[in-house]
T-cell receptor, first 116, second 110 residues
Framework: GAVVSQHPSWVICKSGTSVKIECRSL??????MFWYRQFPKQSLMLMAT?????????EQGVEKDKFLINHASLTLSTLTVTSAHPEDSSFYIC????????????FGQGTRLTVV | EDQVTQSPEALRLQEGESSSLNCSYT??????LFWYRQDPGKGPEFLFT???AGEEKEKERLKATLTKKESFLHITAPKPEDSATYLC???????????FGAGTTVTVRA
């Protein structure tokens, strides 16, 4: 199957700082990537759709100025949590779909963000 | 609005005790129904995609089926390594977005 890699796997940062999370498709090109967050014992909630070469589209209630998404190439999307606060602590997961198989979705291993 | 309901929330099985998980969904324009397995602290691992009512897919001890309103994941003779949270997610045909259910956490005791 297709491989999606996220980095870092976990990160601890201080309140007020920014954190960047990378999502890479290792063996395929992805026109579209999705970013999710997951709170303990809850399911995945879609945050935004990342499209290569264009602006991301955000789900209702997600602050686009706080969660900056850049999809600079067909294999890399980044999520930057700006001015992080403890309530941003969560598990962030990305998914990517191959260019020629957009009805398939493969997930990264997730990034555990803890804001102290 | 899309709705996905999984039941039961939790399932405790003895090794070898077969059971089924349910996923009820309402989505405008279904492209496919996905099943994933998620282990604690990990991202979802792809299991199956079902595209049309009546379709069935199998992988080892797992079999997924699909109707117009529900999908079932059957676990036959489970082993402890089948312990995980199983997530279903219909994908919309117009934007390829997945809507996830809350999941069923399966625990298989040896």
């Amino acid at each position: 199957g297709a491989v999606v890699s996220q980095h870092p796997s976990w990160v601890i940062c201080k309140s007020g700082t920014s954190v960047k999370i990378e999502c890479r498709s290792l063996d395929f090109q992805a026109t579209t990537m999705f970013w999710y967050r997951q709170f303990p014992k809850q399911s995945l909630m879609l945050m935004a759709t990342s499209n290569e070469g264009s602006k991301a589209t955000y789900e209702q209630g997600v602050e686009k100025d706080k969660f900056l998404i850049n999809h600079a190439s067909l294999t890399l999307s980044t999520l930057t949590v700006t001015s992080a606060h403890p309530e941003d602590s969560s598990f962030y997961i990305c998914s990517a779909s191959p260019r020629d198989r957009e009805d398939e979705a493969f997930f990264g291993q997730g990034t555990r963000l803890t804001v102290v | 609005e899309d709705q996905v309901t999984q039941s039961p929330e939790a399932l405790r099985l003895q090794e070898g005790e077969s059971s089924s998980l349910n996923c009820s969904y309402t989505v405008s324009g279904l492209r496919g129904l996905f099943w994933y397995r998620q282990d604690p602290g990990k991202g979802p691992e792809f299991l199956f995609t079902l595209y049309s009512a009546g379709e069935e897919k199998e992988k080892e001890r797992l079999k997924a089926t699909l109707t117009k309103k529900e999908s079932f994941l059957h676990i036959t003779a489970p082993k402890p390594e089948d312990s995980a949270t199983y997530l279903c997610a219909p994908m919309r045909s117009n934007d390829y977005k997945l809507s996830f259910g809350a999941g069923t956490t399966v625990t298989v005791r040896a």
